[in-house]
């Protein structure tokens, strides 16, 4: 398996735009989440999906941060509008229930966000 | 929530050398992993460890559920071993919510 994979790698983009990440999980995955780490706050949990359908976004700072999982192999974050603050990298993870409880977390190689 | 403390926060150590890392938390977890992020960025899941011991080439873990810590072994250190060791628990309830924690950076010197 490929892993996970995220897109774009590196984004820029300026103060009020949409920006909209993108992850594909490890196929047969039943949890998805997003992170995202500063150096002032570390890794912190977004939110996460279980079989397509969001169980806990209580991590999600703001309105404008909004999460999707249309399907099984796909899931955007979309920022909207943008803030300087929002630079950071944020990484996707997937896991496989195991014996009723997640398992190993598997995550992506991240989005570089730098908003000017 | 669970709060999740690791030590030391930074440690070097020259080539070959042996170290532990420990990470301690504050209530029962149901789940807890160990990561090494490299240089680069990327974050490599090294144990799936909500008890017990395992180990994993020169690489090594323990978690002692009822005393709340886990403690992460590197024997024979490399320069690739260089980068930051996270600790990250699930309490009661595994649902799959990780808390990190703030990491411990290694530098392995040559």
């Known amino acids: 398996d490929a892993g996970v994979i995220q897109s774009p790698r590196h984004e820029v983009t300026e103060m009020g735009q949409e920006v909209t990440l993108r992850c594909k999980p490890i196929?047969?995955?039943?949890?998805l989440f997003w992170y995202r780490q500063t150096m002032m706050r570390g890794l912190e949990l977004l939110i996460y999906?279980?079989?397509?359908?969001?169980?806990?976004d209580s991590g999600m700072p703001e309105d404008r941060f909004s999460a999707k999982m249309p399907n099984a192999s796909f899931s955007t974050l979309k920022i909207q509008p943008s803030e300087p603050r929002d630079s950071a990298v944020y990484f996707c993870?997937?896991?496989?229930?195991?014996?009723?409880?997640?398992?190993?977390?598997?995550f992506g190689p991240g989005t570089r966000l730098t908003v000017l | 929530g669970i709060q999740v403390e690791q030590s030391p926060p930074d440690l070097i150590l020259q080539e070959g050398a042996n170290s532990t890392l420990r990470c301690n938390f504050s209530?029962?977890?149901?789940?807890l992993q160990w990561f090494h992020q490299n240089p680069w960025g990327q974050l490599i899941n090294l144990f799936y460890?909500?008890?017990g011991t395992k180990q994993n080439g020169r690489l090594s873990a323990t978690t002692v559920a009822t005393e709340r810590y886990s403690l992460l072994y590197i024997s024979s250190s490399q320069t690739t071993d260089s980068g930051v060791y996270f600790c990250?628990?699930?309490?009661?309830?595994?649902?799959?919510?990780?808390?990190f924690g703030q990491g411990t950076t290694l530098q392995v010197k040559p």
């Open positions: 990250a628990v699930g309490g009661s309830g595994n649902t799959g919510k990780l808390i």
């Open positions: 999906f279980n079989n397509n359908v969001p169980i806990d």
């Open positions: 209530d029962s977890v149901n789940n």
């Open positions: 196929s047969g995955h039943d949890y």
């Open positions: 993870a997937s896991s496989l229930i195991a014996g009723g409880l997640t398992d190993t977390q598997y």
């Open positions: 460890i909500p008890s």
